[in-house]
């Protein structure tokens, strides 16, 4: 997923703090918030801008452990992880981030879209369970129930799911191109071969890195 993408994603939990290569944000409500909390989180997303993984990690590292219990700061290094090629850690940071924050729902998904494009349909419908076993009311949840038809083999049904989540979503422009794209190449490249689940995980690290 385009970076650009993936920072308004996350804005539904925070509220704006700083300005620069992106929006970066800050949490709302919470008496827990903290200067050097905000700060590492500010220089990891300008890091990850920057394609800088390495110094990324490094605060979101520290970050975390200023705040144990929070999930954001593992959904970060597992979107600065994918960033760099290693899906495999991706996914157990985003695993780690939906222990904590059971409802970030953008963790949900990006861990249910990394799944699908290593060619684990199931495990991405396992984890989509949220969205998927009631009536979609966010657009994260339309498109869920877009790829899911399309896993399927319904391709009117996720053209339907598809163009309203692309209508719900008026937030995130980079997020409803990258999911045109994604919907176009997994159904070009249909299930089941190896070869085919490699092509669709590539295209999915390469739209991380087009920033």
């Not at 495999?88 to 990394?114: K, M, N, V, Y």
Request: charged share 20%.
């Amino acid at each position: 997923m385009a970076y650009d993408a993936m920072c308004f994603l996350f804005s539904s939990k925070l509220s704006a703090r700083h300005r620069d290569n992106c929006q970066v944000f800050t949490f709302q409500g919470t008496s827990m918030t903290s200067p050097q909390f905000d700060d590492l989180m500010a220089e990891a997303l300008r890091r990850m801008a920057q394609g800088d993984t390495e110094n990324a990690d490094a605060a979101l590292q520290k970050a975390g452990s200023l705040r144990a219990a929070d999930g954001l700061p593992h959904f970060l290094l597992g979107a600065n992880a994918a960033q760099a090629g290693d899906t495999e850690r991706a996914q157990e940071e985003f695993r780690a981030a939906l222990l904590l924050s059971p409802t970030l729902d953008i963790a949900r998904f990006q861990l249910g879209l990394l799944q699908a494009t290593g060619g684990h349909y199931h495990d991405a419908l396992q984890t989509w369970a949220p969205f998927l076993n009631a009536q979609p009311q966010t657009y994260l949840a339309h498109f869920a129930w877009a790829l899911r038809a399309l896993f399927l083999g319904d391709a009117a049904q996720a053209g339907r799911y598809l163009q309203s989540g692309l209508e719900m979503n008026t937030e995130n422009a980079p997020l409803n191109a990258d999911m045109v794209n994604l919907a176009r190449r997994l159904e070009a490249l249909g299930h089941g071969e190896s070869g085919q689940a490699e092509s669709a995980s590539a295209f999915l690290i390469s739209s991380y890195r087009s920033a």
